[in-house]
């Protein structure tokens, strides 16, 4: 199953004043998804109205 969760727009407005906006955009967003969201493995990013959307899925549990 897949889980969309939504990115704050937050993160897309830092990154937008960076030398390099996707890059630290994507850093950001990665780092929000471990932080918040341990139990989620990233698949991938869609964009969206305000900061976009992480898809993710369940980590496989050990």
Known sequence: ???RIP???IYRWI??????PH???T???EAYIRSN???LEL???EKGQAGGY??????PEE
């Not at 990154?15 to 390099?20: I, R, T």
């Open 37 to 39: 969201y341990p139990e």
């Open 15 to 20: 990154a937008q004043e960076s030398s390099n």
């Open 54 to 59: 992480a898809v993710c899925i369940a980590k």
């Open 23 to 25: 890059k630290v955009g």
């Open 27 to 29: 850093e950001y967003a």
């Open 43 to 45: 698949v991938r990013f």
């Open 7 to 9: 990115i704050p727009h």
């Open 1 to 3: 199953m897949e889980y």
